[in-house]
């Protein structure tokens, strides 16, 4: 069975961390602490006076400053890691955390999850050839010495940067090493942190060499990690949840994310926030307990790109301004219907396809298995589609040898709408408007894959809103560019109704659009 040994780095919360580590050793783990030297004495002192009765608790022999970027965070690492190898000869596996990390999963499944294979769990990935890097310096973290700290002495730091290109003191990478990169939250076995030790008193020239490069919590453990052991004995992820804005800043959980925490595929997420007091108080109580299962469905990275891009579609950049082709032509007339249930536009158009000879396609523009004639590969991809779009539809017309054409088109693709409405043609849109209950919304979301075949009710409840909001916010771009010769039909509206609409929009006989608005199983989910 397995014992873990939590690696703990922090500078603040005295209080936070007490009863951090009251409940990690509760479950009968230990904890190893390294409290950052930049802090206070007296929130040190409250921190070993309270904890000093627990068998299950050691502290670093000595503390440091720590700076992030520095060497200093991989030493305060360091500090920690000897202080529990040599305290806890029984734990199994060391897990790093932070003082902003909460458990989401109970002691009893992150003991079997660690129990179950026989690995270590660390992010790295190839420095050079990975785009784990998203911002700043890149080869330059590992070419040159870095002695100042870029948030602090930002002068500094690049002085001595350029100073060094100008000079040509590149260094060399020790030659033996495969440079990897990742998170610095990883959980290591025993015998893997008791060779990297090893090494560690070995290789002198390997820790003179990281002493001096940037940001190296990200690419020292990652690349020793990978050099000493096997690869099939890594499993390169962490088991920490942690997500990061597109400004390259990491997300704070609050009280209200308890749920969506509970149902991801890991055992500790950071950051919880220090006000998040209820959220922490739950979590806290959650790891002690027994016999309880989760419902992993995983969703938290595709939910929080969702959500956090809600308000910017459409608003963030301003109107796209999309590649001009010829016109399609005065002459022709360009139909669209839009629909969010893509089934219900379908069926309409095929019905109309039928009984009204129209030629019709269906989601070109958004969906890849949409069937099209061979048109020299120009429809082979979205992409291209998308990219020859006036191209694309001009062959569609002379291929069928039409005037008058019908396609399908998500009510979210306006900025297509928008181009085509600027051509020549004239062109005519068709919204169908649906009706959307919470099961219909809860599949589709599961479809997009912004939830999980187990994903708990609670989380899909919060989820609902947001969807509908997203439907309707659609459907009200569409409306706010008053689009001229604009048509809808509705799921309450009466086949006559929806039928006079059909007349007017295809141009076809009544009698033709009543016996398409009539189709008893256009609106059926």
């Given at each position: ?38 802090s206070?004495q ?23 400053r ?46 079997d ?38 948030r ?57 060499f990281f ?20 690869e ?32 991801q ?32 469905s995983?969703?938290?990275r595709?939910?929080?790109?969702f959500?956090s ?54 989601y070109?523009f958004?969906?890849?298995?949409t ?7 120009i ?30 088109i998500d009510?979210?693709?306006v ?18 408007d649906?009706?959307f ?7 589709h979301?599961?479809?997009?894959g ?18 509908r909001?997203d ?15 604009f ?39």
């Amino acid at each position: 069975m397995a014992t873990i040994a939590y690696i703990l780095l922090c500078h603040k919360d005295p209080a936070g961390i007490i009863a951090q580590a009251e409940r990690l050793t509760a479950a009968g783990d230990c904890i190893a602490i390294h409290f950052d030297a930049s802090s206070s004495q007296a929130d040190f002192d409250q921190l070993r006076m309270a904890l000093a009765g627990n068998p299950l608790v050691v502290f670093a022999k000595r503390r440091i400053r720590c700076g992030w970027g520095e060497w200093s965070l991989v030493e305060a690492t360091l500090l920690a890691l000897r202080a529990a190898v040599a305290a806890f000869p029984r734990a199994t596996h060391f897990y790093m955390l932070s003082g902003d990390c909460m458990p989401v999963k109970t002691a009893e499944y992150a003991h079997d999850v660690l129990g179950r294979a026989d690995v270590d769990y660390i992010e790295s990935f190839d420095f050079f050839r990975s785009d784990w890097i998203k911002t700043g310096i890149r080869e330059e973290r590992l070419i040159y010495r870095h002695w100042f700290n870029e948030r602090s002495s930002k002068t500094w730091f690049y002085r001595s940067l350029e100073w060094q290109k100008r000079l040509g003191l590149e260094r060399k990478i020790p030659a033996d090493l495969v440079m990897q990169i990742g998170s610095q939250w990883w959980c290591l076995r025993r015998r893997t942190v008791e060779a990297l030790l090893d090494f560690m008193r070995r290789r002198r020239d390997v820790m003179r060499f990281f002493r001096t490069t940037w940001i190296p919590d990200e690419t020292f453990f990652q690349t020793l990690v990978h050099h000493i052991v096997p690869e099939n004995e890594i499993r390169t992820r962490t088991l920490t949840f942690l997500l990061f804005t597109d400004y390259g800043m990491p997300v704070v959980f609050y009280n209200d994310h308890y749920d969506l925490l509970l149902s991801q595929d890991y055992l500790f997420a950071r950051k919880v926030s220090p006000e998040a007091t209820d959220l922490r108080a739950r979590l806290g109580d959650l790891y002690a307990q027994k016999g309880k299962t989760f419902h992993i469905s995983d969703e938290g990275r595709s939910l929080f790109r969702f959500l956090s891009a809600r308000g910017r579609v459409g608003r963030r950049y301003a109107q796209r301004f999309w590649e001009t082709e010829a016109s399609l032509g005065r002459e022709r007339t360009l139909m669209m219907v839009t629909c969010k249930k893509w089934h219900v536009a379908k069926r309409l158009v095929e019905r109309a396809r039928n009984v009204s000879s129209l030629q019709a396609v269906d989601y070109l523009f958004n969906e890849d298995s949409t069937p099209l004639p061979d048109l020299g590969g120009i429809q082979s991809t979205l992409e291209k589609r998308t990219r020859h779009r006036r191209a694309l539809v001009r062959m569609l017309y002379d291929y069928w040898q039409t005037d008058r054409l019908v396609f399908c088109i998500d009510p979210a693709s306006v900025e297509l709408m928008q181009d085509f409405y600027n051509d020549k043609a004239r062109v005519k849109l068709l919204e169908i408007d649906c009706d959307f209950t919470d099961d219909y919304l809860i599949g589709h979301a599961k479809r997009v894959g912004l939830a999980g075949t187990s994903s708990p009710r609670e989380t899909l409840e919060r989820l609902l809103p947001t969807i509908r909001y997203d439907v309707k916010f659609e459907s009200d771009r569409i409306r706010e560019n008053d689009f001229p010769e604009f048509h809808r039909i509705r799921q309450r509206g009466t086949a006559a109704e929806n039928a006079r609409v059909l007349q007017d929009f295809f141009g076809i006989p009544l009698s033709e659009a009543e016996e398409i608005a009539g189709t008893s199983y256009l609106f059926v989910d």
